[in-house]
């Protein structure tokens, strides 16, 4: 059975991985530390929300930037 600070250890470690920023792991460990892990859940869903519009927004920008380039290998820009 893993001992409680290896839980804090093992939980900071994984918000560090996710990219939270100071203030969400700050909330997040205190939750923990109180042994409130499901009061961690509105936290964590709302920074993974977050976190996806990003991916969206940069998909999005990843496919106008493919677009440019399949028009300019198409050559249909050249006179």
């Not at 990219?19 to 961690?40: I, P, S």
């Not at 976190?51 to 399949?70: E, F, H, S």
């Amino acid at each position: 059975m893993a001992e409680a600070s290896d839980t804090l250890t093992l939980i900071y470690q994984n918000l560090m991985d996710a990219g939270c920023d100071a203030k969400t792991t700050r909330e997040c460990m205190a939750l923990v530390e109180k042994g409130d892990f499901w009061g961690m859940l509105p936290i964590l869903i709302s920074y993974r929300k977050a976190l996806l519009g990003t991916v969206r927004t940069g998909q999005k920008q990843i496919d106008c930037l493919d677009y440019l380039i399949y028009t300019i290998k198409s050559e249909k820009w050249r006179k």
